[in-house]
């Protein structure tokens, strides 16, 4: 009988349960049939990245200035290369250019103050971006002021277009349709009627039929020689469509307050307003995010249909490009880049989304 | 051209829009008429306002720098040279086929330059005016080499791809019946759809106006096995428009498009245009305001015409370098040529 005197030191657990080959054997091969279906899950997948790789990448046109640059058997890069100044600024002019890049630049400061949970002074912070810049944005943009060159809204266009309409229908949107929820669980018969009206009428019609009417019928019945800006046309009419469709998303918020919070409330003396901005909406707005954001990506994306009122957003710049003679052909390219820049916007909202979901515990997981 | 490709997409019928858009014009009392004084605004202003199609390929589009290119923005460019001695004084404003003739009504624009097909209905129920043609444009077919058919005749039992709700599905029909054809209609909804079909052999022919032919060529890819037959069975004369009523105005955009289309005839060309106002040649001399004042009856200078030939050029020039055979396009002359040479293109004299 032999007696260790030392402990035996700590081996390595099994090959096969650990690693990647366990990982795989556990998830991918299983058994015969899940084993033939990631086989083929395999073969499918490289079916269609394979080709899209190769054209995109492998076969594709980087470097030149014209159409004889590219071989055409895969992408011609060049094209969005050319263009990306368009793609992003619209016809605004070259020169002039700096003054979008201080807007977004000071824009993208603001957010970002807000969105960072340390930093200080969030509530004046708040107020700068919803007062002041604004209307200071307007200015540097439009110009006529301070010496700056006046640039009409119709030379607007690009990604700076789409964000403008989509920032500015979310900011006024909001509060909007707040008060339109409110005021469609009001007792008082005027106020709720006119939110009622207001709310399923602006439901009821489709985005492109307001736009359509703002930019067709609209300049029929001002005075002649008044013109509303084509851009404040569509302003408004994306303002008034959204904050109908907010409106309801609240109201679904609202909703799922228990009675009891806003009776308690009342019993401590609270009025109308403190009742609903101190106990009632903070529980409801941060259970309604998802549905908030919800609504924020679906306009950022129907911020398209501008296009059919001659507003060069991003797709539409992308589009007129297209019809230049010296670039036809190459709307594939075009399009896949107008697909990329909406999707890195739209994905990052969903996951900012999620990060405040998980920060103000929404979910009363634990 | 009644439609316009992106609205297409979109499910919409332009034509029908555009007729109760303009009945809705009409029911308010024809509100553009009320300004008259288009040249004194204009003047005023300090730019034309210009209204051009949102991206049509050789005649209006965005080039790689933001300016607008092509034969209908440089109508407006020789009006701005006519008015100010300066084409690029223009206030260039994208429509679609829906709204342009709104816009014209309701002063948002002043020109409308989009190649428009001028017809009756447009010309005399609108409260608008077609001022010349442009452009004589016309439906036609494109065929793959392969087939060896040099007639539209040739194409009876053909498949056919259309781009959907044009009028040139209703010009195809019109003119297989007339001919007592029979053909297999295939429909796209746009044009890189339509392109697509073509390429992929799902039809023999693929049918629209003939400038949009060229571009959708060029898109094939292999544009050299495909010609553009000669025969065109539709007339789609395109041209600016102006509001009715304010003649001074409507005098000043026809006599720009006049004054090109004279300036080509009489051999005059941006380049060599100051070593003409030496020229001895009578007609030379009056169109360029060396002899008499004929801008006066417009409300012009008497280099008007000068200065639209020294600074856009005359109509060959624009022609070739737009749609012609200098750009990506290469459409022929054909019925669009002087008619010195054949063609359609005919301006009164200067005098």
Known sequence: MTIRTEMIAQRPAP????????????????????????????????????????????????????????SREGACWVFV???????????????ELWRVNIVFASFAVLVAWLAIPRLPFKRWVAVVTLLPFPVCAFFVLYGGVLGLPLVET???????????????????????????ALGRRSQMPIVKSFCVVFIEFWRGVPLITVLFMASVMLPLFLPSGFGVDRLVRALIGITLFQSAYMAEVIRGGLQAIPKGQEE???????????????????????????????????????????????????????????????????????????GMMFWIFCFSMSRYSQYLERKLNTGHKN | MLNNNKLNTHKLNPHKLAVMASAGALMIGAAGVAQAETLEDTLERGTVQCGVSDGLPGFSAPDDDGEWQGLDADV???????????????????????????????????????NTTWTTTRDTTLGLNFTGVTFYDGQGFLVSRDLEI???????????????????????????????????????????????????????????????????????????????????????????????????????????????????????????VDEMLESENPNIARLLGQDG???????????????????????????????????????????????????????????
């Open chain 1, 15 to 70: 090959d096969q349960t650990i690693g990647a080959l366990a990982w795989l054997r556990a998830n991918l091969f299983s058994g015969p049939v899940n084993s033939v279906f990631t086989l083929l899950g395999l073969y499918l997948l490289y079916l269609l990245v394979a080709p899209t790789v190769q054209w995109a990448i492998i076969d594709a046109d980087w470097v030149g200035t014209s159409r004889d640059d590219c």
């Open chain 1, 81 to 95: 290369k050319m263009r990306f100044t368009q793609f992003i600024y619209g016809l605004y002019p070259r020169e």
């Open chain 1, 154 to 180: 119709h030379q607007w266009g690009g990604l700076m277009l789409t964000l403008i309409l989509a920032v500015v229908g979310m900011v006024a949107a909001l509060p909007i349709g707040i008060l339109l």
């Open chain 1, 264 to 338: 308690a409330a009342a019993a401590l003396g609270m009025n109308y307003w403190m009742r609903m901005g101190l106990i009632v909406l903070p529980q409801a707005l941060k259970m309604m995010i998802p549905g908030i954001v919800n609504t924020f990506i679906s306009l950022f994306k129907d911020t398209t249909l501008v296009m059919i009122i001659g507003l060069f957003d991003l797709l539409g710049i992308v589009q007129a490009a297209l019809s230049d003679s010296r670039w036809l052909g190459f709307s594939l390219e075009g399009y896949v880049f107008a």
């Open chain 2, 76 to 114: 407006c460019r020789a009006v701005a040279a006519a008015v100010f001695g300066d084409a690029e004084a223009v206030r260039f404003t994208s429509l679609n086929a829906v709204e342009r003739f709104t816009a014209l009504q309701s002063g948002e624009v002043d020109v409308l330059s989009r």
């Open chain 2, 150 to 272: 040099e007639s539209a005749e040739q194409l009876d039992g053909a498949a056919i791809c259309i781009q959907s709700g044009t009028t040139t599905e209703l010009n195809l029909a019109d003119y297989f019946r007339a001919n007592d054809m029979e053909f297999d209609p295939i429909v796209f909804d746009t044009s890189e759809q339509t392109v697509g079909g073509f390429e992929t052999g799902r039809c023999d022919v693929l049918t629209s106006d003939t400038s949009q032919l060229a571009a959708l060529r060029i898109q094939l890819s292999e544009p050299d096995n495909a010609m553009i037959l000669s025969d065109v069975i539709s007339k789609e004369p395109l041209g600016p428009v102006v509001r009715q009523g304010d003649d001074q105005w409507f005098n000043i955009v026809k006599w720009s498009l006049f004054a090109m289309l004279n300036a080509e005839e009489l051999g005059i060309t941006s380049e060599n």
């Open chain 2, 293 to 351: 004042n004929y801008g006066e009856g417009m409300g012009l200078e008497a280099d008007w015409a000068y200065n639209i030939i020294k600074q856009v050029g005359n109509y060959a020039e624009a022609y070739d370098r737009n749609v012609g055979m200098d750009s990506p396009l290469e459409i022929e002359r054909g019925v669009n040529a002087l008619w010195t040479d054949g063609g359609l293109q005919y301006a009164p004299p200067i005098r």
